[in-house]
């Protein structure tokens, strides 16, 4: 049984740092590419950042490009988005996902590639 198992989060002001986790299982995490993706209120889902079986394959999306860093530890079968900076404009519910595969280019975080999700967690930035 798949499963994606999101923690952190939370209220945190301007500047300030979050870091997510996305406890995986039920699958071999080297063959799946994990993608983050935020869905602000009244705004559509979008893609945040995602990772191959590796670190050098990874995508970012320019909003984030310099802030976030997505990583992974295949001993503990987690992926981690560690978001530095943080404005208001990073406030949303954030969801981990899973597909089989590569990360696809050119565009590697579209939601309806992925097949599997987590539950999500709420992240707000505020003062």
């Known amino acids: 049984q798949v499963q994606l198992v999101q923690s952190g989060g939370g209220l945190v002001q301007p500047g300030g740092s979050l870091r997510l986790s996305c406890a995986t299982s039920?699958?071999?995490?080297?063959?799946?590419?994990i993608g983050w993706f935020r869905q602000a209120p009244g705004k559509e889902r979008e893609g945040v950042a995602c990772?191959?079986?590796?670190?050098?394959?990874?995508h970012y999306a320019d909003s984030v490009k310099g802030r976030f860093t997505i990583s992974r530890d295949s001993d503990k079968s987690t992926v981690y988005l560690q978001m530095n900076d943080l404005n208001p404009g990073d406030t949303g519910v954030y969801y981990c996902?899973?597909?089989?595969?590569?990360?696809?280019?050119?565009?590697?975080?579209?939601?309806?590639?992925?097949?599997?999700w987590g539950q999500g967690t709420p992240v707000t930035v505020s003062s």
């Open positions: 990772i191959g079986d590796s670190e050098i394959s990874t």
């Open positions: 996902a899973a597909h089989l595969g590569v990360v696809v280019q050119p565009s590697p975080l579209l939601a309806q590639q992925y097949t599997y």
């Open positions: 039920g699958f071999r995490l080297r063959y799946y590419v």
